[in-house]
């Protein structure tokens, strides 16, 4: 605790110098800078993947036509990476980049311990109200804004439509569906149905929500995860397991999915946006149109899929505020999310980017919006991101036999307890 307090007083002292010793250019009522006087260096960390970090990096560095004194220098983070590492340099006073993509359980996270600047009344935020209501209510932390909104998402199921069809199965809409299709497929080429993500606990959500369930209750302030429907999730996970619909591995789940599906080992798996042309490189998406996409398959209760995405924040102690808010502003533009969907088919965070032809009409959008209206938010706190790891160690128990749904459960909310004092 000593450390957390010390680190933010000592970042929030540096973000005050670094605001009063700005340089020149006019200042509007806020006491930032216009555009006009903008200058210097502006390190950017990206977490975007490697079939997207080309196109942020020509983005990103696109800031420097509009503004030619500024230099954007460009740092891809890996998204396992990136958290503890903005951490470590923000709290140490060395290597924090000026602005960093921020994935939006991390926002509340990292102003919780001031490690990022308010954006309220700065350049960053520019026409807020063309903001999805869902995407900004992620950048929000006691009161202020620390964030801006770049890309929404949500997990789907992606399938291979030919090995669907060839095995005579619809697109299951549900846990029940899925288990029968997988099976036809199983008899039909010998191949799984579905690919599980076992080692990451954001992937455990969609059958969370299925039976009813969430992490916990944020209004009443109580732990939730250990009730019946938790019980009944951990359950699940574990049956598409053992009843063969689906395959898993305990460690590097991204490229085994990721190859897996690409490859034709397995028929179908849970991904979001980010996984579009990553799995249209796959030999089997050789014709794009083999790729499908529908909502994740409905659990006992319900369907349901998290909400995700990515934010633009700006660190508190950058020597370069004027600049940082001006880069959050560009990258946030409803000019840069609509290449951003064009290139990439991700999700804008403005309503006005929806209504361009060139995005109205993309594919996974069609899709993809009614997913991401119809998704949960997830509990904007600080600890938001912490809830993540108990469920990763229980969803490897449960997965590997080493323990029941039951005990994973209990141990899910015996660890949030410890970590949420307040909550009951």
Sequence with gaps: MRRGIAATALVAALAMTAAACGGDGDSGESGQKSGKGLSGTVTFWDTSNEAEKGTYKALAEGFEKEHPKVHVKYVNVPFGDANAKFKNAAGGNSGAPDVMRTEVAWVADFASIGYLAPLDGTAALDNEKDYLPTAAASTKFNGKTYAAPQVIDTLAL??????LKDAGVEVPASLDELKGASAKIKKKSGKTGLYLRGDDPYWFLPYLYGEGGD??????KKVTVDDEPGVKAYKVIKDLVDSKAAITDASDGWNNM??????????MMVNGPWAIEDARAGAQFKDKSNLGVAPVPAGSVKQGS???GWNLSVYAGSKNLDASYAFVKYMSSAKVQKATTEKLS?????TSVYADPSVAGNEMVKFFKPAVDKAVERPWIAQGNALFEPLRLQMANVLSGKTSPDKAAKATGDAYRKLLKDYK
């Design 306 to 308: 998290p909400q995700g």
């Design 158 to 163: 992606f399938y291979n439509k030919k090995m």
């Design 215 to 220: 992490l916990v209750d944020e209004k009443s």
């Design 346 to 350: 991700l999700l804008p965070t403005r």
């Design 258 to 267: 990721e190859n897996a599906f690409k490859s034709g080992k397995v028929a």
